[in-house]
Every structure is written in structure tokens, then in C-alpha cells.
């Protein structure tokens, strides 16, 4: 079973492609009541085996304390109840620094690294908030670190109209900075032009062989070739608000109004069990008519079609790409190599 928290709206970063209308500039946290209610709901579940996301905004803005209290309440009450707990926390990793790598790595935790490939392509990407300073240094510089501690880590990078163009030199940085485990988007918010269209259509072909060639060689996989919902997931797996709102996580890039309209529950609620809540999710299909639903009137997503186009694109590559790897009798290597990853 897999929860997200949202615990902050705040970022010390201006994504370019970053789906969250409302960031707030004042730094805001998610009650720490609710978060221990969150791990409690988690640990309804008949699972054996639960999964819980820190996600934002920018999770590493909280307190390291804070971050501390939860996963340490997480881990004693799994001993309580003989069940395992993974935390993960996506971050953009500027924020890493020697105490907390090595904390992370005694308590397993999981870092999903959000960094774009090579240096131009990421900090086209990633610029901070208020400060033209370069963000890629500042991911970069706790890698050694964190490779040498055998962090589980994960590389996150995203593909947007700007950044098309180093697609393949960006899969090449990453390897070459350490990664081993790779999951590859197309942004979902910039307008693609057909030229656009085009070009990531061609890019991603070029791809395809060079992938192979690092998984054969260098035991580097793209996580999301089999674990991918066309034309592009939106990631809709059940998630606990600032507000204790739960929701499949999709809702929350709405305002507020289209937050309360899609909830399931709230964590105050009476006798809430994780496994019901779960199946009252909304489905891949589903959260995208949402987001179309509002786009019609330019409110969220103006670009959603072509940004649908786009996916279809990256849809017909993770096949032809899942097709070479059968092909080159790579597949037992690629699922030895993403076992029991399981994010989202």
C-alpha cells in the first residue's frame, strides 16, 4: 500500500513545468498531528508491505526534527505490528547535506532526486525562486556522497519543450553521475508546438539503442517501461493534504475549490481503513478528464491536448524500447534490476 503526504506548498525552487498553482511564499508545513494520523491510516492496511511518500513543494524545507519524528513513529509501530515501512521523499535535493544523507541511509530511506540531465538542460528547467544562481551545482554536490552510502535513490527527470533537444545527452550525464535507476517524463503544463512534437518523437528513437546499450552494459534501467498509464500517468495514488484532506493526489494541483469537490475523506474522520479509501481513487482516465474539464476554460492547463500528444509520443517509445529489451534478451536483467522498486 502506497500513501503520499503533501507536506509543503513551499519551495525554495520555480520548476518551469511545476503543476501547483498555488505555491505559498510564506513557509508553510502540514500539521504534524495529521502526519502521525497519515502513518496511522497507512498501517490500516492488511498489507504487509507500506510505502509512504513525502512530497511538496519542497519536502526538505521541514524541520530535520520533524522529519526525524515521523519516520522514527513509522518505524516503531511497524515493529509493533510486524509489517515493514519504506519512506521515500522526492526532492530537488538542494537542500541534502552530509547529517541528513546519513541519516537517510541508516533509517532506508529512499530519495526520488529530481534533476534533469545535463547541466543546461537542468537549470532551464529548474531556476530558483528569486535568484538566477545555477541550481544544478547545488543537486550535484552530495551525490559522491550519496552513492558512496548506498543510498536506494532514484533519478527523476522530466522533459519539457525547452529541453528536448538533450534527451540523450541528459541520459548520459546521468549515468555518468552514478545513477543507476532512472524514471523519465514528459512534462505535463508547457505547450508543445509540432515542431516540438517532432523533435521529441526523433529524440526519443535515438534513445532507444543507447538505453539498451546501458542496460546491458551498465545495469542502468528506465524505471517507468512497464509501470506507465497512457497517455501519461497522473499519478493518482491516495494522498493527505496540508488541510487533511485525502484525495487521489491528482486533486491536489487544484485550488481549493476543486480540492474539496474531489476528496474521499479527512484524516479526522472516524474508523477510516486505507484499504476502503483505496478503492475509491480515481482512475489514470479519470483525473485526466478532470484536468481537461477545467483546461477547457484555460484554468489549469491550457496546453492539455498537445501536452496529451506529447504522452502518446512517450507512450509508443517506452513500448518500442520494452519491445528491444525483449528482444536483446535483456528482460530478465531489467526486472532483476527493478524489483521491488514499487514507487507508485
Known amino acids: 500500500m ?5 507536506t509543503t506548498l513551499s519551495c525554495n525552487l520555480r520548476c518551469t513545468y511545476c503543476r501547483i498553482p498555488y505555491y505559498k511564499s510564506e513557509v508553510q508545513f502540514i500539521p504534524k498531528k495529521y502526519f502521525i494520523k497519515a502513518i496511522d491510516l497507512l498501517f490500516t492496511s492488511k498489507d504487509k508491505n507500506l510505502q509512504l511518500e513525502f512530497f511538496g513543494g519542497e519536502p526538505l524545507l521541514l524541520p530535520f526534527d520533524y522529519i526525524k519524528k515521523v519516520i522514527e513513529y513509522g518505524e516503531n509501530k511497524s515493529k509493533i505490528l510486524n509489517k515493514n515501512i519504506e519512506f521515500l521523499i522526492t526532492t530537488n535535493a538542494t537542500l541534502l547535506d552530509k547529517q541528513k544523507i546519513n541519516y ?12 534533469d540531465g545535463n547541466p543546461r538542460s537542468h537549470n532551464i528547467n529548474r531556476p530558483q525562486l528569486n535568484c538566477k ?10 551525490l559522491p556522497l550519496i552513492f558512496e552510502s548506498k543510498i536506494n535513490v532514484y533519478a527523476y527527470t522530466v522533459i519539457t519543450p525547452s529541453t528536448i533537444e538533450y534527451i540523450v545527452d541528459s541520459f548520459h550525464n546521468l549515468i555518468k553521475l552514478g545513477f543507476k535507476n532512472i524514471w523519465i517524463m514528459v512534462a505535463c503544463g508547457p505547450k508543445y508546438k509540432d515542431k516540438n512534437l517532432k523533435r521529441l518523437k526523433i529524440n526519443l528513437k535515438k534513445l532507444i539503442p543507447v538505453a539498451i546499450t546501458a542496460l546491458k552494459e551498465k545495469n542502468v534501467a528506465i524505471l517507468n517501461i512497464k509501470n506507465w ?7 493518482t495514488e491516495l494522498s493527505v493534504d496540508m488541510d487533511g484532506n485525502i484525495a487521489s493526489c491528482v486533486p491536489n494541483v487544484l485550488d481549493y475549490e476543486g480540492r474539496e469537490k474531489y476528496k474521499i475523506a479527512h484524516i479526522d474522520d472516524d474508523n477510516l481503513k486505507i484499504d476502503e479509501l483505496h478503492k475509491k481513487r480515481i482512475s489514470n482516465t479519470e483525473a485526466i478528464k478532470v484536468l481537461y474539464f477545467l483546461s477547457r476554460n484555460g484554468a489549469l492547463l491550457p496546453n492539455l491536448k498537445n501536452n496529451i500528444k506529447a504522452g502518446f509520443i512517450f507512450t509508443k517509445f517506452r513500448e518500442k524500447l520494452y519491445n528491444a529489451i525483449q528482444k536483446n534478451s535483456l528482460l530478465e536483467k531489467y526486472e532483476g534490476i527493478t524489483k521491488g522498486v514499487g514507487w507508485r
Open 2 to 6: 502506497y500513501l503520499t503526504v503533501i
Open 229 to 235: 498509464l497512457p497517455p501519461m500517468p497522473l499519478n
Open 133 to 142: 544562481s545555477q541550481t544544478y551545482p547545488l543537486v550535484v554536490r552530495n
Open 104 to 115: 537517510f541511509k541508516k533509517h532506508n530511506v529512499t530519495l526520488i532526486m529530481s534533476i
